[in-house]
């Protein structure tokens, strides 16, 4: 007889950081969406389809990402202010 297969542990899918280069699981790094119109989105939680940044949640990888135009760069559009906003206050609930 053969011997059962045992259940395989499920993988989390990796990201990685475009600032400090760093893989994590999908779900703990912040994402930001180029839209089919062009324009920047930050995602939260669920599904938005594009082409995507992610970012730690780590406030010297926003900022450094911020000063280099590290996702401008990755998403080929500009970000605006309100989107910059939204991942710094990110990154602060995320620490505190």
Same mark, same amino acid.
């Given at each position: 007889?053969? +011997?059962?297969?045992?259940?395989?542990?499920?993988?989390? +899918?990796?990201?990685?950081?475009?600032?400090?280069?760093?893989?994590?699981?999908?779900?703990?790094?912040?994402?930001?969406?180029?839209?089919? +119109?062009?324009?920047?989105?930050?995602?939260?939680? %669920?599904?938005?389809? %594009?082409?995507?940044?992610?970012?730690? +949640?780590?406030?010297?990888?926003?900022?450094?990402?911020?000063?280099?135009?590290?996702?401008?760069?990755?998403?080929?559009?500009?970000? %605006?202010?309100?989107?910059?906003?939204?991942?710094?206050?990110?990154?602060?609930?995320?620490? %505190?």
């Amino acid at each position: 007889m053969h +011997p059962m297969p045992t259940a395989r542990a499920k993988t989390q +899918p990796t990201r990685m950081c475009v600032t400090c280069r760093s893989r994590l699981p999908k779900t703990e790094l912040l994402r930001v969406v180029r839209t089919a +119109p062009g324009e920047a989105v930050f995602v939260r939680q %669920g599904k938005r389809f %594009g082409r995507t940044a992610y970012l730690c +949640p780590a406030l010297s990888c926003i900022e450094q990402a911020r000063r280099k135009h590290l996702v401008e760069r990755s998403l080929n559009c500009d970000i %605006g202010e309100q989107i910059w906003a939204e991942l710094a206050a990110a990154g602060r609930a995320d620490q %505190g």
